[in-house]
């Protein structure tokens, strides 16, 4: 097959969508975030991109807090308004029910059927970005979005970027961690 060279961007890879949530000057807001990933399993470390200019990226900076929050495909409405409008112009607090959990450092949605609860470990700056990494300190599930006490893609529903439309997850294509045992030659 051959390979054509393209003009350099991301991986045409679809990207989770999360909503980002912090506290500005005292109110909750929220930000659609397709830049987001995690770093580390064990410990569970996150990180999440936002541009330099958005509103958000103040809450963070002040408290050291930030919530991520899976939105199902069903909210894809307001998951996009939120990542259309600054939180400068539009109040946000009332797009979503926000809930805290033990520690009332950042707003989670009650309507996302996951919420992760982050501690700002590092900032890093990049020409048009500030990446908050995070170390997750609470973690969310709806109850009927479990499987054998285990969150369920399925039942979670999220929501994907790729290129300029959202997607919904497909069938599953394999089992992570037993796909490629066959190719492991035994000595």
């Not at 509103?55 to 909210?75: E, M, Q, R």
């Not at 946000?92 to 919420?115: H, Q």
Request: proline share 7%.
């Amino acid at each position: 097959m051959k390979k054509i060279q393209l003009q350099n961007q991301p991986p045409a890879t679809p990207l989770p969508i999360v909503i980002a949530g912090a506290l500005v000057d005292g109110k909750e807001n929220y930000l659609t975030i397709g830049a987001y990933g995690v770093m580390s399993v064990q410990p569970p470390v996150v990180y999440i991109s936002s541009m330099k200019a958005h509103y958000t990226n103040a809450g963070i900076k002040k408290t050291g807090y930030f919530s991520i929050n899976v939105p199902s495909a069903d909210l894809i409405k307001k998951t996009d308004y939120c990542g259309l409008v600054s939180g400068r112009d539009s109040d946000k607090s009332l797009v979503f029910s926000a809930f805290y959990g033990e520690k009332k450092y950042a707003p989670m949605i009650r309507e996302c059927p996951v919420n992760v609860l982050c501690k700002v470990a590092k900032t890093m700056e990049l020409p048009n970005n500030e990446v908050f990494i995070g170390d997750v300190v609470e973690y969310y599930v709806d109850k009927d979005c479990l499987t054998d006490n285990s969150p369920d893609p399925k039942k979670i529903d999220p929501l994907l970027l790729a290129g300029r439309s959202y997607r919904k997850l497909g069938r599953i294509a394999g089992t992570a961690f037993a796909a490629g045992k066959a190719l492991i030659k035994k000595s």
